[in-house]
């Protein structure tokens, strides 16, 4: 009798590719476009640079579908803070701090520290060497968040959360911006701290201002990473 065909190459081609990815991916971000290289993602791998060939053809081609991956899961963890209609507007806030911290700490220890830990901004500075898809990836990624931002500040404005006189889209346009450039931030900072500061100045002058409803009363408005944000929907 004939013995059962065996199907793990599949599996196994997938789980290379995804190594693969997964080491390019912290390349890409510690070092950029040009500090990456098939040869030190193969060493890291132990695998040979014929392998990274055979599973994504060029160099281009694996930074389009690592950076295509990265903006979609990205995108759809702000989604899930933004799109939450059972937070207001400050618990948004902190749980994109939260979300940045997760990501801060991958590879820089402590706060005070200026390390990339972003794949979206690093390549922000290599944009002249991307490919076209690429770059529309980097850009798909600002379209997602002020999208979702914007539907959170027209939720709050349609529940009573914001003042009627708030100026909603201008409001959206300055979180879009400080979503937009966190990594960069913390990396010319060189510290994290700093951009809960300037997070919590942002909720400060919106409390102050536009808020009709506090988060809680006597809510505190230090604003230190420690919550965890919430996971995007499966």
């Known amino acids: 009798m004939p013995s059962t065909p065996k199907v793990r190459a599949p599996l196994a081609r997938t ?18 476009f040009h500090g990456m290289s098939f040869r030190d993602v193969a060493e890291r791998c132990d695998i040979t640079t014929t392998n990274i060939h055979y599973h ?10 690592i950076v295509a991956d990265y903006v979609e899961e990205t995108g759809a963890r702000h989604r899930a803070i933004w799109l939450d209609e059972n937070r207001l507007l400050p618990d948004k806030l902190r749980s994109v701090v939260a979300y940045n911290h997760e990501r801060y700490r991958r590879f820089n ?16 500075l290599d944009s002249d060497v991307l490919s076209p898809a690429a770059r529309a990836s980097l850009a798909s990624f600002t379209v997602t968040v002020h999208a979702a931002i914007d539907q959170a500040f027209a939720h709050a404005a349609a529940t009573g959360e914001l003042a009627k006189d708030a100026p909603r889209e ?5 979180v879009v911006n400080l979503v937009n450039s966190s990594s960069v931030f913390t990396q010319d900072a060189g510290s ?26 006597n809510a505190p408005r230090s604003f230190q990473a420690s919550a965890p944000a919430p996971t995007a929907p499966t």
Do not use: C, N
Request: charge should be positive; hydrophobic fraction near 45%; proline fraction near 4%.
């Open 15 to 32: 789980g290379m590719r995804d190594k693969i990815k997964k080491v390019a991916t912290e390349l890409l971000i510690k070092h950029g």
């Open 170 to 174: 201008d409001l959206a346009l300055l």
């Open 192 to 217: 994290f701290e700093r951009l809960e500061q300037f997070f919590g100045a942002f909720e400060r002058v919106m409390l102050d201002l536009y808020l009709v409803k506090p988060t809680a009363p």
């Open 109 to 124: 220890r402590g706060k005070v520290s200026g390390r990339p830990w972003s794949l979206i901004g690093r390549l922000r």
């Open 56 to 65: 994504f053809g060029s160099k281009q081609q694996l930074v389009e579908e």
